[in-house]
């Protein structure tokens, strides 16, 4: 009885690790692929680097920003940091 109760501990520690920091982030790259596999031309992005543009050409792996009238700048999707909705309801 007294090896179980000297392994509760470890195994709690465990489980509350795995449901702050393992979970939320497993939900966090989920969504993210999620996002980029959903990403259309035509949606308004946002990079990891903080650049706001719109999808003008998607590839297998890169995409194509508009960033001004006349500027097209080339990212890779997994770059994508957030698509940018209008909509009411997602605010």
Do not use: W
Request: aromatic share 4%; proline share 3%; hydrophobic share 45%.
């Amino acid at each position: 009885m007294e090896g179980l109760s000297g392994l509760l501990l470890p195994l709690l520690f465990l489980v509350v690790l795995y449901m702050l920091l393992i979970r939320p982030q497993q939900k966090r790259q989920k969504e993210h692929q999620r996002q980029v596999a959903d990403l259309q031309v035509g949606d308004d992005v946002v990079t990891i680097g903080g650049l706001h543009g719109r999808v003008a050409v998607l590839s297998d792996d890169t995409m194509d920003l508009l960033v001004t009238d006349d500027v097209v700048l080339r990212f890779a999707r997994s770059s994508l940091a957030r698509v940018v909705r209008d909509d009411p309801e997602s605010a």
